[in-house]
């Protein structure tokens, strides 16, 4: 199969014409992003706000006349431009029309889903991807389908946390997720080399973040776990908005440092009626596995005092243990390499307790059968 190069790419997006300007899209500035991996391509189409859905013939054309390249495995074509609402507020904000509890009357629930939980934390290094991917496989070990959504567009972890080197392919007019460990992923991780930076513009990571849900053949799961990237920037905002969220999980260390932040994010879902499920402590301790010495490196307790404090569940303590950090540099997190592990056995009643709160009931997380009269 021929390689697909930017150029050919872009000789492709010289054949559309943007009506409003009379010449083609290429010329005019509006790609943006291109990315060219395994024959599989991504690029952004920018428009002004005013135009917004507007424009999406241009980007149907686009995506066709990068489609004719030959070797083009997926095309993958991202319209981005802001939604404007009355009192220049962002739709589903605090103050704005749709804000607060209104925010749920928008968009339905995402078909064959369901429900999508977020694992955010404030602030990055506190261990949230590597607690997204061992809750998402405890939900699965659990009895339950799981999916698993990388979000961070910026800097994705879940694929070296799988070692996960197949691609999406497509399926009709959507992606395929990849499969591995009983788990359907996707990340912006696999459409982009891992040292490439996404240097994109915040509507550019709001539509990404739309298409890998929205247009991802998901199927039917039971559950989608969606790894947040830390912070409460504009992707946070996307899923908190955009998306028919069922819960949040919180994820910090003891310290007060990180306690701090963990409070913004948890406030930020409160404001838009994202309800929070709990907060997890991740490197509550570290036990020395020779001697069996404790040593509290970050405190100890933090979270589940601020869980008490705020009425809400702590759903757990995970200690700083050398094991969970080197199943997940071996891309078999420690729920997957170590099923019987004391470790995994707490992001197994992490998830137990995760699943309770969304509603599922049961130790195993299993539906209860349906009656169907025909």
């Not at 070797?71 to 739709?91: C, E, I, W, Y």
């Not at 460990?181 to 990404?208: N, Y």
């Amino acid at each position: 199969m021929p390689k697909v190069t930017d150029a050919q790419v872009l000789e492709a997006l010289r054949t559309v014409i943007d009506p409003d300007h009379a010449a083609d899209i290429v010329s005019l500035g509006m790609v943006s992003g291109l990315t060219v991996r395994d024959n599989n391509v991504f690029f952004a189409i920018e428009v002004p706000p005013s135009r917004g859905a507007a424009a999406e013939p241009v980007r149907a054309a686009a995506a066709a006349a990068v489609d004719r390249v030959p070797g083009v495995v997926s095309v993958t074509a991202v319209l981005t431009a802001h939604r404007d609402s009355p009192g220049g507020a962002a739709p589903g904000a605090p103050g704005a029309p749709g804000g607060g509890r209104g925010r749920r009357q928008g968009p339905g629930a995402l078909p064959g889903i369901g429900a999508v939980v977020a694992v955010a934390s404030g602030k990055g290094g506190v261990g949230k991807s590597t607690t997204a991917a061992n809750l998402a496989l405890a939900l699965r070990v659990n009895g339950l389908k799981v999916g698993l959504l990388d979000a961070d567009i910026y800097g994705p972890s879940v694929p070296r946390l799988f070692a996960i080197t197949d691609r999406p392919v497509a399926d009709g007019e959507k992606l395929r997720p990849v499969e591995c460990q009983g788990l359907k992923v996707m990340s912006m991780g696999f459409l982009v080399e891992e040292d490439m930076p996404m240097i994109w513009r915040g509507p550019m990571v709001q539509t990404a973040l739309q298409q890998m849900l929205r247009d991802v053949a998901w199927a039917e799961i039971d559950v989608l776990v969606v790894d947040l990237p830390p912070g409460t920037g504009d992707a946070q905002l996307t899923m908190a908005q955009q998306v028919p969220l069922a819960g949040a999980v919180i994820v910090s260390t003891p310290q007060d440092l990180a306690l701090i932040d963990a409070r913004k994010g948890l406030n930020m879902f409160r404001r838009v009626d994202v309800p929070v499920l709990g907060i997890i402590e991740n490197m509550s301790y570290y036990q020395c596995p020779a001697c069996g010495h404790r040593a509290e490196v970050f405190g100890h307790g933090g979270a589940r005092a601020e869980a008490e404090r705020l009425d809400l569940p702590f759903l757990g303590a995970v200690p700083l243990d050398i094991e969970i950090r080197v199943t997940s540099d071996a891309g078999l997190p420690i729920v997957a390499a170590q099923p019987d592990s004391a470790h995994a056995q707490v992001y197994r009643e992490i998830a137990r307790t995760v699943w309770d709160r969304l509603g599922g009931g049961g130790a195993a997380g299993r539906r209860p059968p349906r009656i169907v009269i025909e």
